[in-house]
């Protein structure tokens, strides 16, 4: 039901709240807070950490294409891992596999420049702020450096307890846990928050955890891939989204 090629008009944003409320019985959409993705949403990261994947995937004799790495953005590395020791050798990988292969991506990725704020990300922060809203962010990452790329890059945007990083949930994404968990940080209701997701399973995760989600398009997939996981909304930049009417609706 939703495909559009260009930013969401006003009334496809009235008619995406409709469908929300019709779909989710026990509460009208009512924003609170917005829970952010960090890699392809909050920072331009997405191209560092598909290539490290690609070459470290090659290193230990399980291939993967920088393509498919977005195809997976958002599983725990060890998910990722996993799904490709099955293919290639038919098993699960081992504790020790697991440990060394996503060490040695974390050090090819740390290896890259440090990537950039997504443009228009700090705006669209800015802007759900000023419209009293609380936010929070929400990534599979387990980096330690994490918080402090979130204060240099969003200074007065994020505080400890807002973060759900790997380190809080059993179940990465698709999974919907890790966006419960963040739920729970902020203290809202599914039907009080919105979701901004860049990634296939991320919007998965968002939408079976019951929460308005919106998809922003920063990569290189096609927006049939993510559209395919019924987000509410698809824009195409964080730019675009900063100025939706979505964050001054109040149900
Ligand atoms: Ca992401």
């Known amino acids: 039901m939703l495909n559009q090629n260009h930013t969401p008009m006003a009334e496809n944003i009235t008619s995406a709240i409709a469908h929300y409320d ?92 440090e990537a950039a704020r997504m443009p228009g990300a700090y705006e669209v922060t800015r802007r759900a702020l000023a419209e009293g809203l609380k936010i929070g962010v929400v990534t599979g990452s387990g980096q330690k450096s994490l918080l402090d790329r979130l204060t240099a890059g969003f200074p007065d945007c994020f505080t400890p307890d807002r973060i759900v990083s790997s380190a809080d949930v059993t179940h990465g994404k698709p999974h919907p846990e890790p966006y419960l968990r963040g739920l729970d940080k902020l203290g809202v209701e599914a039907h009080e928050a919105i979701v901004v997701e860049n990634a296939p399973l991320g919007i998965r995760a968002a939408v079976a955890a019951g929460i308005f989600t919106i998809a922003v398009n920063t990569g290189p997939l096609p927006d049939d891939i993510l559209l395919a996981e019924k987000p509410n909304l698809l824009y195409h930049s964080m730019t675009e989204l900063a100025s939706s009417p979505i964050f001054a609706y109040r149900g």
């Open 22 to 113: 019709q779909v989710h019985g026990r509460g009208h959409f009512a924003p609170r807070a917005v829970l952010f993705d960090m890699d392809g949403v909050l920072f331009d990261s997405m191209p560092h950490h598909a290539t490290s994947w690609a070459a470290v995937c090659t290193r230990f004799g399980l291939e993967m294409s920088p393509e498919e790495a977005y195809m997976h953005e958002g599983r725990t590395g060890a998910a990722t891992i996993n799904i490709l020791m099955q293919r290639y050798h038919g098993r699960e990988a081992t504790a020790d596999e697991i440990s060394d292969i996503y060490a040695a991506k974390c050090e090819a990725f740390n290896a890259c420049p």
